[in-house]
């Protein structure tokens, strides 16, 4: 009777939510039945939400026989910072064994998908290229499709409703950059799922078993609220919505605001003292240990309110303030780190930032690009464009 009661509340709260968008996690009628008496595994993290109770706990009370956890970067419960290592461990709260795939191992391994009948897929990703969690999906649709394992993918929105930046050259693959698909690329993880299946882009081409449970009331350009931080640095909308275009900074001398309470929506650097904004980078326990000028006072800009509303995104990636800052730094041979070009997907924008080209000639000179993905996107999308 209580997992009767538990299904018709989140029925009863979708049918308040009709006209909001839905995650396909909420949608628990189309895919339960697919997990009655199997051994399931999940991938997710803090986002992975029914409503407001975790879908792990969702399934659990329903008795679902889930044996495993597998937590991309940033661990389980999302409370690791960016670039910091992930051990297995146990869950305190359901005490289910967690695997993680951010470190050492990225990809599962034939002796921790043992025993698997079916895994879960269910991450809230931002739309960006470098952001790891598509590098997350690609590895488990490849091991998934190595151990024969249907992979069953509980969709969420992507925040950032456009397409722009260069298109990764492979030569340049990285765990920040899994596939050749621009910076921001406009289509959700089952899309992307199809996207990768379709394309043979899995290693020795193999192909994984999808089953794919789509989001409620839900177009490419639909506004959505993510009901937790996605990851530790990214706060609120604004800072998703700055992130395509600030991460770039990570691949050089400035500071993105990591270790303040405005981690990407400002920008700075000690020297650049003509900027009346500033900022101080301090460590903050389990969101930012250490970060880019801890301690030393920042010059910048503050771009908090450069996307006010929900329901104004971008449209396109900011070139100008990495243009600018590199016009003003004082030793441009100091200015980008090895990282940069892995961020990019190339070393092409970097070349023609130090060859001081401008930010429409180089958005021309990815178009031609942009053109054949958005040709290939169209074959896969779900929802309407």
Same mark, same amino acid.
């Given at each position: 009777?209580?997992?009767?009661?538990?299904?018709?509340?989140?029925?009863?709260?979708?049918?308040?939510?009709?006209?909001?968008?839905?995650?396909? %996690?909420?949608?628990?009628?189309?895919y339960?039945?697919l997990?009655? /008496?199997?051994?399931?595994?999940?991938?997710?993290?803090?986002?992975?939400?029914?409503?407001?109770?975790h879908?792990v706990?969702?399934?659990?009370?329903?008795?679902?026989?889930?044996?495993?956890?597998?937590a991309p970067?940033?661990?389980?419960?999302?409370?690791?910072?960016?670039?910091?290592?992930?051990?297995?461990?146990?869950?305190?709260?359901?005490?289910?064994?967690?695997m993680?795939?951010?470190?050492?191992?990225?990809?599962a391994?034939?002796?921790?998908?043992?025993?698997?009948?079916?895994?879960?897929?269910?991450?809230?990703?931002?739309?960006?290229?470098?952001?790891? =969690?598509?590098?997350?999906?690609?590895?488990?649709m490849?091991?998934?499709?190595?151990?024969?394992i249907?992979?069953?993918?509980?969709?969420?929105?992507?925040?950032?409703?456009y397409?722009?930046?260069?298109?990764? /050259?492979?030569?340049?693959?990285?765990?920040?950059? %899994?596939?050749?698909?621009?910076v921001?690329?406009?289509?959700?993880?089952?899309e992307?799922?199809?996207?990768?299946n379709?394309?043979?882009?899995?290693e020795?081409?193999?192909?994984?078993?999808l089953?794919?449970?789509?989001?409620?009331n =839900?177009?490419?350009?639909?506004a959505?609220?993510?009901?937790?931080?996605?990851?530790?640095?990214?706060?609120?909308?604004?800072?998703?919505?700055?992130?395509p275009s600030?991460c770039?900074?990570?691949?050089?001398?400035?500071?993105?605001?990591r270790?303040? /309470?405005?981690?990407f929506?400002?920008?700075?650097?000690?020297a650049?003292?003509?900027?009346?904004?500033?900022?101080?980078?301090?460590?903050?326990?389990?969101?930012?240990?250490?970060?880019?000028?801890?301690?030393?006072?920042? =010059?910048?800009?503050?771009?908090q309110?450069?996307?006010?509303?929900?329901?104004d995104p971008?449209?396109?990636?900011?070139?100008?303030?990495?243009?600018?800052?590199?016009?003003?730094?004082?030793?441009?041979?100091?200015?980008?780190n090895?990282?940069f070009?892995k961020?990019?997907g190339?070393?092409?924008?970097?070349k023609?930032?130090?060859?001081n080209?401008?930010e429409?000639?180089?958005?021309d000179?990815w178009q031609? /690009?942009?053109?054949?993905?958005?040709?290939?996107?169209?074959? =896969?999308?779900?929802?309407?464009?």
């Open positions: 009777m209580k997992n009767f009661l538990f299904l018709f509340l989140i029925s009863l709260s979708a049918c308040h939510l009709s006209s909001q968008v839905l995650p396909g %996690a909420h949608q628990t009628h189309q339960i039945s997990l009655k /008496d199997k051994n399931v595994a999940v991938l997710t993290n803090q986002s992975g939400l029914i409503g407001k109770t879908l706990d969702s399934l659990l009370s329903l008795n679902i026989h889930i044996i495993k956890v597998f970067e940033h661990g389980f419960r999302g409370q690791a910072e960016a670039g910091a290592h992930i051990k297995d461990n146990t869950d305190i709260k359901t005490g289910l064994p967690i993680s795939l951010y470190g050492k191992n990225n990809k391994s034939k002796e921790q998908l043992k025993n698997v009948d079916i895994m879960i897929f269910d991450l809230q990703g931002v739309g960006a290229r470098f952001y790891t =969690y598509i590098s997350s999906l690609k590895l488990m490849e091991a998934c499709a190595e151990n024969h249907p992979l069953l993918i509980l969709d969420r929105p992507n925040p950032n409703p397409i722009d930046g260069p298109v990764l /050259d492979t030569a340049f693959s990285s765990f920040v950059g %899994a596939l050749p698909i621009p921001v690329y406009n289509m959700t993880d089952g992307l799922a199809q996207m990768i379709g394309e043979y882009w899995l020795d081409h193999l192909q994984c078993e089953i794919i449970i789509k989001n409620k =839900y177009t490419h350009h639909s959505y609220q993510l009901p937790v931080k996605p990851s530790p640095n990214l706060p609120n909308f604004q800072s998703i919505y700055l992130y600030l770039f900074f990570e691949g050089t001398k400035i500071s993105v605001g270790g303040t /309470d405005m981690p929506q400002i920008i700075g650097h000690p650049f003292t003509e900027y009346p904004f500033t900022f101080t980078p301090k460590s903050i326990t389990g969101i930012s240990q250490h970060p880019k000028f801890e301690n030393q006072n920042c =010059y910048g800009l503050n771009l309110g450069y996307y006010p509303s929900l329901n971008p449209t396109k990636l900011n070139l100008s303030w990495l243009l600018d800052f590199y016009h003003r730094f004082p030793n441009k041979k100091e200015f980008f090895s990282f070009d961020l990019a190339t070393d092409l924008l970097r023609q930032i130090e060859k080209w401008s429409k000639t180089i958005r000179s031609e /690009d942009l053109d054949h993905y958005k040709k290939i996107r169209r074959k =896969y999308l779900l929802y309407p464009d």
